[in-house]
């Protein structure tokens, strides 16, 4: 059974900055993380769910969606099995539940489409005060 758990979601101002973890855990998951690509995402209340980044398996390469491009920074380390969000000059417009994603296959690219993932995490809350 794959885990896949987020964490450091909460109430930051306009401006500010926060940043997400995302821990994966199990025992095919500990196997094979470091060679699964990670993405994430977010989904605001009456709205759909949104890209916001992803990473390949190896941290070679990531990308980004164009609303966080410049603003946020994706990262991981397969020691912990463990990928992190960056958000900087967070914007009120940010508020969302951020959810962390593991891609269903190993040795992918990043990629922007929630078809590639597997296994999702259960949301971490985000909101942004203006």
């Known amino acids: 059974q794959v885990r896949v758990e987020e964490s450091g979601g909460g109430l930051v101002q306009a401006g500010g900055s926060l940043s997400l973890s995302c821990e994966v855990s199990?025992?095919?998951?500990?196997?094979?993380?470091?060679?699964?690509?990670m993405g994430w995402f977010r989904q605001a209340p009456g709205k759909q769910r949104e890209f916001l980044a992803s990473?390949?398996?190896?941290?070679?390469?990531?990308m980004y969606g164009e609303a966080v491009k410049g603003r946020f920074t994706i990262s991981r380390n397969n020691a912990k099995n463990a990928v992190y969000l960056q958000m900087n000059t967070l914007k009120p417009e940010d508020t969302a539940i951020y959810y962390c994603?593991?891609?269903?296959?190993?040795?992918?690219?990043?990629?922007?489409?929630?078809?590639?993932?597997?296994?999702w995490g259960q949301g971490t809350p985000v909101t942004v005060s203006s």
């Open positions: 990473i390949s398996w190896n941290g070679a390469s990531t």
């Open positions: 994603a593991a891609d269903g296959s190993t040795w992918g690219g990043p990629s922007s489409s929630p078809r590639e993932y597997e296994y």
């Open positions: 199990g025992r095919t998951s500990e196997r094979t993380f470091q060679f699964r690509a």
